[in-house]
């Protein structure tokens, strides 16, 4: 119905006079409804409008049957309805075959909309649940079938490609973290293999662009999600040595290197300073100093919990990251690791 519904601008022809095009798409609406209720022999009541190229079908299976069948012959150029439809499927098959390149473009934005959804929510959720020693079946089972859809290859080939791999990282800490979960162990095996190209390029963006903070969070994620020795030297020789205090590259470099550095070379003073400094805002930023300052532990872990309630409260941050991060007080297998 969306595509064959309705006329088109063309065919009001370009009408400027609001009041004028409204009567003519209420005639040509009339005109379709008309036909399609006597090619069903239904009432006004049975077949009618619901919205805007929605259409209202009331009555048995076989009339939905029926009404498919009919609007499947009118938006189809070869068919050859008859009767009072014959002189409409002129103009709704030219419909359908103008809209449907744009219609499946959209379509196809869509499905990448619902996917990167997918990605963001049920990877924090997978990452909270697997923080507090449960895994989350439903958040697993929507990985799964996100990371098996065309449309996280074309996040991954392009601007969304930041999004993808913060998610193979939350899937890999939350399986190292709940060690023996085989489901959970192959999705985060076939993740890391699939953003490897997409690693290398964040790797070469931030050599590029190292004042670029989102390019940045975008090599750490790389880095911790692949966990490849070769990544985290290439992320950390590419991190500027200094940034403008206060900024969020600022933010994102303290945090850079003591998530990517050895434990041993994590300066925890800097990330304490940071986290008592203010200014950190976002998911991302958010979660990511938790991190580096539960693996540094002692004073920057200190001083990241003291803030923790002003942190949380102070910036909309979904749900699922907020269970995270204060689950991180608890005993996290997969920190060891990062």
């Known amino acids: 119905m969306s595509l064959i519904g309705l006329p088109s601008p063309k065919e009001l022809g370009n009408e400027r006079d609001w009041n004028k095009a409204v009567a003519k798409v209420k005639q040509d609406a009339g005109q379709f ?3 399609l209720q006597k090619a069903l022999q239904a009432s006004a009541e049975g077949v009618t409008w619901f919205a805007p190229g929605q259409l209202l079908v009331i009555g048995d299976a076989a009339r939905h049957e029926q ?23 002129a103009k709704t098959s030219k419909r359908a075959a103008e809209r449907k390149e744009r219609v499946e473009k959209l379509g196809q934005s869509r499905r990448v909309l619902e996917v990167a959804e997918a990605l963001d929510e049920f990877s924090w959720r997978l990452l909270a649940a697997a923080c507090g020693g449960e895994l989350d079946v439903e958040a697993l089972t929507e990985l ?25 990282w939350a899937v890999t800490t939350a399986a190292r973290t709940l060690a023996g979960q085989t489901e959970l162990a192959a999705l985060a095996a076939a993740a890391r293999t699939q953003v490897r190209p997409a690693a290398d390029k964040a790797v070469a963006a931030i050599q590029t662009r190292p004042q670029d903070a989102s390019a940045m969070v975008a090599a750490v994620y790389a880095a911790l999600a692949v966990d490849q020795a070769d990544l985290r030297a ?9 940034t403008p ?8 470099l303290v945090v850079a290197r003591g998530l990517l550095n050895e434990a041993t070379a994590v300066d925890g003073g800097q990330l ?7 200014g950190v805002v976002g998911e991302d930023a958010t979660v990511l100093l938790a991190m580096a300052c539960r693996r540094a532990g002692g004073d920057a872990w200190a001083a990241f919990r003291g803030q923790m309630g002003e942190l949380l409260g102070q910036q909309p941050l979904p749900g699922h990251v907020v269970v995270l991060v204060n689950r991180l007080s608890g005993a996290v297998p997969g920190l060891g690791r990062l």
């Open 33 to 35: 409804m008309a036909a």
């Open 67 to 89: 009404a498919a069948r009919i609007l499947a012959q009118l938006a189809d150029p070869n068919a050859k309805p008859k009767a009072a439809l014959a002189t409409l499927h």
């Open 144 to 168: 799964q079938i996100a990371w098996k859809a065309d449309e996280t290859r074309k996040l991954l080939d392009g601007q969304g490609a930041g999004l993808a791999l913060r998610s193979a």
């Open 234 to 242: 290439s992320v950390l020789a590419a991190l500027p040595r200094e």
């Open 245 to 252: 205090a206060g900024s969020p590259l600022a933010v994102a």
């Open 272 to 278: 304490a300073k940071l986290a008592t400094a203010g």
